[in-house]
């Protein structure tokens, strides 16, 4: 997408929201935003021609081969927070809303004696069961039909009567695309890690998922000055200029004529990078 898009692109955003204020940091946010979708589907495409589906609704991701290279090699180990916090399924309610008022989280896994994930409570498991509690009459026929499995779900006091399940979850040996995919699918902002027993060893969060599939503009400037630049061209790293915004690298400076196509076309295929200006000066 060029710049021009982007810049089309955010107008419309900004007008489809009526009286919301674009905030300074709302055009880096949305671009990153586009970065990572485009990360994880075009990886997701590349390894789902490899080898078939992986998700099982209640089975974790399993973990990709020893090929897996680039972002796709990446796994959830790599980026997973090993301090999970599950609670035990006979926490009462109360209890359970007041862990993820005190830590701060809108869920958490539920696990058995053995610490195998058997189920998610979350803020919506709460909200619902608070909502039916407060509720002054029960809907109609039709209503209570549509509402039959939330009302039963609520009349539960603990997190093993509260809690979603199965759990979905991923394996640390899983490539964070896939982690990644199943989070937005699933519309999950954190994913319980077992182990291949189903035993919690951690959480990986969206943010981090995100964070391994796009890299900052910084990251991006220093392979092409490193790799291409000193590497692949010998020169010296700041013989040219180069800037990163968003992914889009601009470089400037003298090369000889013979090698710009060659340096140009090396910088488009970094990965991230989505687009490339072009301010040399032929020699």
């Keep these: 997408m060029s710049q021009h898009e982007h810049h089309a692109a955010g107008a419309e955003a900004r007008g489809a929201v009526p009286g919301r204020d674009w905030r ?8 990153t935003l586009l970065r990572y979708l485009g990360a994880v589907a075009s990886a997701s495409a590349a390894h789902a021609a490899e080898r078939p589906p992986a998700h099982v609704l209640g089975q974790p991701v399993p973990a990709a081969g ?9 796994q959830v180990r790599d980026v997973m927070d090993a301090s999970a916090v599950p609670v035990p399924g006979d926490m009462p309610f109360l209890d359970i809303a007041r862990n993820l008022s005190r830590e701060h989280l809108g869920s958490v896994p539920v696990v058995d004696a053995e610490d195998t994930v058997v189920g998610v409570v979350s803020e919506s498991d709460l909200l619902s069961k608070a909502a039916v509690e407060a509720a002054e009459h029960r809907p109609g ?8 499995r939330l009302y039963e779900k609520a009349k539960g006091e603990t997190a093993s009567t509260l809690m979603t399940s199965p759990a979905i ?10 982690a990644a995919w199943l989070a937005a699918r699933s519309r999950l902002k954190r994913l319980p890690v077992v182990d291949y027993r189903g035993r919690l060893v951690g959480i990986v969060h969206r943010d981090a998922l995100l964070g391994a599939l796009v890299r ?8 092409i000055q490193s790799r291409i630049i000193e ?19 601009s470089v400037g400076g003298t090369l000889d004529s013979t090698r710009l196509p060659q340096l140009l076309d090396e910088i488009r295929q970094v990965e991230d990078v989505t687009d490339v200006v072009d301010r040399l000066t032929a020699a």
């Design 141 to 148: 026929p039709i209503g209570r039909l549509r509402a039959h």
């Design 216 to 223: 900052d503009d910084a990251k991006i400037r220093e392979e």
């Design 24 to 31: 300074p940091d709302e055009a880096h946010h949305q671009e």
């Design 66 to 74: 020893p090929e897996s290279e680039g972002p796709a090699g990446i």
């Design 169 to 178: 979850t991923v394996l640390p040996g899983t490539p964070v695309v896939e």
């Design 231 to 249: 590497h692949d061209f010998h020169l010296d790293r700041d013989s040219l200029q180069v800037s990163v915004d968003n992914g889009v690298v």
